[in-house]
């Protein structure tokens, strides 16, 4: 199980690096390029085959994606900014360009070209994307500290139930206990 301090380890893209995957119709990847697979800790076979969401952050908002798919299916390039999740559930940001690769006219695959992105576009679009899944999923993330005693238990319980340790607190403190 991956463990949320894991969360928040981030990897760089360094910022002569391009990280490129294209997939088919259905958003399933069927190129990655080597760059792509180190940031992600994905083996090349790890991602071919599979949706490009293997990299989603629960960070990121629907409505994000609804916009790059509408973008791309209407023959336009998406630009914008995404926290992925590696498969360590690290993370790293990108900047992205996503669209259509055409053969005689006819949509054939999609492509995706993504670069480094600076600190401060970092800290603005989480705190962006944190608001839009606010109104989305009425969720928000928090992050403190709980005495040892009590993380104990409450990874003892999680273990045993085999529910996430979030999951736990959401249930304790729902309207059903308090
Ligand atoms: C070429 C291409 C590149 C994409 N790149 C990403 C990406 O880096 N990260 C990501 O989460 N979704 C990416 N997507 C969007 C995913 O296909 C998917 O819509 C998104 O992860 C949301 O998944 P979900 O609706 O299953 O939650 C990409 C889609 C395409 C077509």
Redesign the pocket.
Known sequence: MINSYQYFIETTVPSDELIV???DLN?YITYANDIFSNISGYTPGELVGK???I???PD?P?LV?KK??ET?LLGGIWRGY?K?MRKDGGFYW?Y?E?SGVYKDDKLVE???L?SPIDESKKREFQNTYDELRKSEEGSCRIVTNISIENYEKLKKISNEENISEDKILEYILSDSLF
């Open positions: 995957s294209r997939t958003g949706p490009h969401s990299v989603r952050h990121m629907h994606f790059m798919w791309i995404i992925n990108v992205a996503v999609f492509k995706s993504r």
